[in-house]
């Protein structure tokens, strides 16, 4: 799988053997347990540990994640599972870690539950590295690169050389890029981990998470937290899951393509503001992201002037739909303002860019715009 080009590699990962008179993909076993005679050893004992339907799953993952290396995938019922999974079993009382004060909408939430159980909880914006100044003494390093909503990029490897000579270990988010974006494994991180429930699995139909680790140490750690909270997927869940990522580089390939073409065409609006995409020219994030990611994701950030106008722009618009995630192959974009938590303008758009045509796409958008600001 190492040698394999990303569209190989996604439509084959996790495959079992070629068996005769049966599918592919084996369908989703539904087992709460297994035939168990004498000792409890062996691949599939109960299912709050283990299902052959996630082994799939899980190894299709990490060949994505790190194509030709060992690594250790663990699936979970959702992104915050999966954060908090890492985060948990990893820090305890008197421990410090390290956030983006500009991260995902929940992540406020992660540092006040922290902070309840003893944890020293330092933050600084993603961009500009500031992350770095933090480190000393710290347990663990979290990033997320890009950021959601603002998109700025950190150095990674920078950021991760850093983390270790001070003895912390660092987890990425790598959410908005995916593994055909940015392999944060190869950038030295510790922990990947995503919220599979957006350009992952692609269709907005279902939650699910994952963390990968090069070390057995940390994957066992996180399977044991899973195992402890029972955060455990479905196997159907799983299935779609898994079927989802034989189209995942057309589909992020189709979104990067459009979400650049539309941050081109916003440049070129008068009334649109703040406009963030990290694989346009002028951003300025772009001489990073141009070192450590190969595709740049499929959410376009901008601003309108004023909350009113926002909403005109997003009544207007004919094919893309008002709502909330992002990285489905259907366009949706949201005032992100309206949920709070987030330090954004009123303005502010998340706009996440599907697989549409990029003529259709880019003529609704800039019929909405005219709309919103007649």
């Known amino acids: 799988m190492s040698t394999m080009g990303d569209g190989t590699r996604a439509v084959r990962a996790g495959l079992p053997e070629p068996e005769q008179f049966e599918p592919p993909l084996p369908g989703p076993v539904f087992a709460a347990h297994f035939h168990l005679s004498g000792e409890p050893v062996g691949p599939y004992t109960y299912g709050r540990e283990t299902n052959p339907t996630w082994t799939h799953l899980e190894r299709a993952i990490g060949e994505l994640e790190a194509p030709g290396e060992e690594v250790g995938t663990t699936v979970f019922a959702s992104g915050m599972a999966a954060i908090t999974a890492v985060l948990l079993s990893q820090v305890r009382s008197g421990d410090a870690v390290v956030l983006p004060d500009d991260g995902y909408q929940a992540l406020p939430l992660v540092r006040e539950q922290l902070a309840a159980y003893g944890v020293e909880v330092r933050t600084a914006p993603t961009g500009g590295d500031a992350q770095l100044a933090l480190l000393t003494g710290a347990k663990l390093l979290w990033l997320e690169s890009p950021s959601n909503p603002g998109l700025d990029v950190c150095d990674i490897r920078r950021l991760v050389e850093a983390a270790h000579a001070a003895g912390a270990l660092v987890a990425v988010d790598n959410t908005l890029a995916t593994p055909i974006g940015q392999r944060p494994l190869e950038l030295g991180a510790d922990f990947s981990v995503a919220s599979d429930t957006k350009g992952m699995t692609g269709h907005g139909d279902i939650l699910f998470g994952h963390v990968t680790c090069r070390d057995p140490r940390l994957a066992a750690d996180v399977r044991r937290w899973r195992k402890v909270v029972g955060a455990i997927p479905g196997p159907m869940e799983a299935w779609l899951a898994h079927r989802s990522l034989s189209t995942l580089?057309?589909?992020?390939?189709?979104?990067?393509?459009?979400?650049?073409?539309?941050?081109?065409?916003?440049?070129?609006?008068?009334?649109?503001?703040?406009?963030r995409y990290p694989g346009l020219p002028t951003d300025p994030s772009y001489a990073v992201a141009t070192r450590q990611m190969r595709r740049f994701g499929s959410v376009v950030s901008f601003e309108l002037a004023d909350r009113d106008t926002a909403d005109r722009f997003l009544t207007a618009l004919r094919l893309v739909d008002d709502a909330t995630s992002f990285g489905g192959v259907r366009s949706t974009a949201e005032r992100r303002g309206r949920w709070g938590g987030d330090a954004v303008a009123e303005g502010f758009i998340r706009f996440s860019v599907g697989v549409e045509d990029p003529e259709d796409l880019l003529a609704d958008v800039q019929q909405a715009l005219d709309a919103a600001v007649r």
């Open 249 to 275: 580089h057309l589909r992020i390939d189709r979104q990067c393509t459009n979400a650049l073409a539309l941050a081109e065409a916003l440049a070129k609006r008068a009334e649109v503001t703040g406009l």
